[in-house]
Each structure stands twice: as structure tokens, then as C-alpha cells.
């Protein structure tokens, strides 16, 4: 199975002009295809300040209204798409953006409106990723872009969290695919000591992570994460690799300096 | 060959929804490959008056400075291109939504400053459209929408003219597909009694057209779009339609509406 990398960059990155330029360079020289996932940053709320468009939020969690679905279309698919792409044209990197709507390559239910109506956000499944078209793209020597958006095939394009976006993307393509999924956070990788950077535990797999978990040695909130990387292993991902933005050429390789997760 | 539609549509059917709809309903029923360019509208302008930004002009040109291209790459590359993706897979057409970013598939020069500076603003030619990418879209059976924005291949995003953009895909697929170009505009066709909405001309050739110009019957308006339509004709495109957006279901068969315009 040919080799694929799957990498999620955050907001940390993007409202970094030099950051996400560093990052863009090393994402352009990585030789292996590849699909970047990115998120959306802060200009989208500076943007809705300014346009008087309020952030609205239930219980922590982010409402997407009719105004709100138009500014994040245009900051997350216009804007931070397509600088992102530019840039890595510029790079030699022949970079393709996406919204989840073109090529309807990843369709999503709008959530059901419970307690609590989240808008126009929506959720995906693997099963439901659109492959051929992404395939076709990759055997056309392209590399997709995709922004945190989707659409429910009705018309109406969702706010769609990337962390997800990626994973159904890279659980969808493991069925061709030897797929590495990367996720760039803010630290080096999973930390055996908080306060110290360089306790990086290069590799978990189940056993090292029950055992991790029996020590009650991890963060709570590095808890969620591994979780999902073991559901996206038990969907098929070969591996899943949390590290830092600025380790990406390295974390490529063999030889990581994030975490890699491994059944 | 194979048959193959460029159809541009302008700011006039954008600014309408009702208007949209329908022609993008009748654009969705096109059985044929074919490529949508559209224009901005004038949501550009508006969203920029909100958010202080000032629409320039030096004698009447417009001018693209640092803020007026991140609204436009948020306007039409985000907003306007991708509900019209969106809108288009709801009506079962696989859209897939690109600048001319996007797989490089349209590079430009940034305009020279002369006497005047433009800003960015991107001129395009047709032997620099990527092909390769856009018939390989096509062949997937994706239906490109490209919205007025290309790149200069050092990172920066340029506007550029829809009319243009479209002109110069035309000419650039001329050599593999059979090429009907279709300018949507605001009246039915070129007409023989400006006065007269019936008094469209079906088919203007070399010769029709040159004994037009002698009577004096064509509005001034109407020789420079008469012009680049015989300039896309001599670079390889088989037919050049100027017509109604209304009409584009009769517009894409053999008994046309609006006005033919060939060698």
C-alpha cells in the first residue's frame, strides 16, 4: 500500500505568519502524497467582531447561526484556504483547497437540533468520505487542502471541526493507503512529566498506554486525544503521530520526535 | 473532439439569489463537460464598506490593494464560489470549486505598475492556463467553478477579470475539446433595434459581422464583447455565445436564443 500522510495543522500555527510559513515549507518538501487539514485561527472572530457578527456560544460550545456560516465560509474556505494554497504553490507544492462541498468529497449530517441547536454545524462519518475523488486528485499528483468546512448535500455548506474532518479523511483512505495521521498541538508530543519538554513518549500502543493510564501519569487533557488516535487505529489508520508543528520534516521519517500511536 | 461548455456568469445573476438559483438549475441539467467563471457581485464591495475598507479607483479602474485582495479572496473565493458549489451538488452537479491557485490551474503576471498601479491584479494568457489539471477534474467527472481570482506563483493571490478568465480557459482547451464559449449577460443577445428585446442576431460570422459594422446598426457597448469573441475564435474556440442567463438551457443545444458568434 502506497504511503500517506494526513496532517492537521491548528489555529496555534495559522495566526503565526512565521510559523505557518515554516510549517508550509517543510509540509511542501515532504515527497511522500499528503492532505493537509487546517483549522480556522482567530481571524475569523477579529473578522466578526468588526462586521458587529457576535460569537455565540451554549454551554462552551460554539453556535453557528446564518451570519456565522457565511463569515467562517469565507475566512476558513476563502481566505485561510487559499493563502494557505498560494503558499504552497510558491513552495513547489502543488496544493489543491477543498471545502468538504467540491467534488462532494466530504458530505455531513447537519447536527440534530437536542437541547441545545448548534446551527449550521455538521458531522461526519468515514464512511460517508467521498475517496474516489480524493484519489483521483492524488493520482493526479495533487494535494489536497481541505478546510474545516462541509456541506448536507442540501445546499447549505457546515462548520465542521478539522481534528474530526482529519480523522475521517485518514480513516476513509486507510482502506488504500498506509495512512500516517499527524496532529500538530502545541506541545513536542505526549509528556511522560509535564514540566518537562523533553519527556516525550515516542511510542504507545495499547499495552504502553494501559500501563500509562495505571501509573496515572498522563495529563487529563492529552486523555481525549490518544483516545481518538486508537479509534482512528481501530478504524484502520496505520499510525497516529501527535507532535509539534516545527517537528513535521522529522516526524515524517522513521525517526519521530512527537508520539507515535500504534495498535 | 469532445464537446465542452465555458460559461461565464456576471455580479447581475450573483446579486439575485431567485436568479442564481435558476440558472444554476439549468446549468446542473447540462449533460455535457462544462466549466462555470463567475464574477464577484457586488457583496464585495458592500462587506467592504462594513469593515472600512475602501473600494479605489484611479480613473475608473479599479484598484487592489493589501485589504481589497484578502476581501476578495474571502468574497469570491470563499463565500460566493462555494455556495455556489454547494449549490450546485444540490442539484446532483459534482462542483468542485477552484481559484486559479488551486492546482496552479491558472497562474498570471501581476499587472506592471505604469502609470498606474493596480495593485494585485493578475493578467492571465491562454498558453499559461495548466490544462493538465483541468481536463484531468473534467475526466473525473467534476465540474470546475472558478471563481475571478488567480495567483502569481510567489504566494500572492491577484484579481483578475471573469470575462477574461473565461476567455482564456476557452482558448487554452480549444486544442483538446470543441469549445463553446457562452458570455451571460444582461440582454438576450446582440441586438439588430437596440429598442427591440426580438430583435436578437442568431449567428454573426466574419462576414455578417463586417457588413454590420457598415450599416452602423450595433450598439457601441456590444463591438468590444463582438471583438473578443472573434479573438477567441481565431485562437481555436469553435463558437462564442453571447445570451440571456435565462436561456442557458437553449443556449448550450443547436437552436440558440442568443447570438452565435463563429469564424
Known amino acids: ?17 512565521g510559523a505557518l510559513d515554516a510549517f508550509l515549507k517543510d509540509f511542501a518538501a515532504i515527497e511522500a502524497p499528503r492532505i493537509l487539514v487546517h483549522g480556522g485561527g482567530k481571524i475569523a472572530t477579529r473578522l466578526g467582531d468588526q462586521l ?14 446564518d451570519a ?21 504553490q510558491a513552495k513547489g507544492c502543488n496544493a489543491i483547497g477543498l471545502t468538504g462541498a467540491d467534488g462532494n468529497c466530504i458530505p455531513a449530517d447537519k447536527r440534530p437540533v437536542g437541547a441545545i441547536d448548534y446551527g449550521w454545524v455538521g458531522d461526519v462519518h468515514p464512511s460517508r468520505v467521498h475517496t474516489p475523488v480524493l484519489r483521483a ?10 478546510a474545516p468546512l462541509t456541506h448536507d448535500g442540501a445546499g447549505h455548506i457546515l462548520n465542521t471541526n478539522a481534528d474530526t474532518i482529519a480523522s475521517a479523511v485518514a480513516v476513509a483512505l486507510a482502506a488504500s493507503h498506509a495512512v500516517r495521521l499527524i496532529y500538530c498541538f502545541e506541545k513536542r508530543g505526549v509528556l511522560e512529566d509535564l514540566d518537562r519538554e523533553d519527556s516525550v513518549i515516542s511510542l504507545i500502543d495499547r499495552v504502553g498506554y494501559a500501563r500509562l493510564l495505571a501509573d496515572g501519569k498522563l495529563a487529563d487533557g492529552i486523555i481525549p486525544k490518544i483516545d481518538n488516535a486508537f479509534a482512528a487505529i481501530d478504524a484502520g489508520v496505520k499510525e497516529v503521530l501527535i507532535g509539534d508543528a516545527r517537528d513535521l520534516r522529522v516526524n515524517v521519517t522513521d525517526r519521530v520526535s512527537g508520539t507515535l500511536i500504534v495498535p
Open 68 to 88: 456565522a456560516i457565511d463569515l467562517v465560509t469565507m475566512v476558513y474556505g476563502g481566505l485561510v484556504n487559499k493563502k494557505i494554497v498560494a503558499a504552497l
Open 52 to 65: 458587529g457578527i457576535e460569537s455565540k456560544y451554549v454551554q462552551g460550545r460554539r453556535i453557528t447561526d
Open 137 to 146: 486528485l492524488l493520482d493526479a499528483g495533487l494535494v489536497p487542502v481541505l
Open 1 to 17: 500500500m502506497d504511503k500517506l500522510f494526513v496532517i492537521k495543522i491548528g489555529g496555534n500555527v495559522i495566526d503565526h505568519p
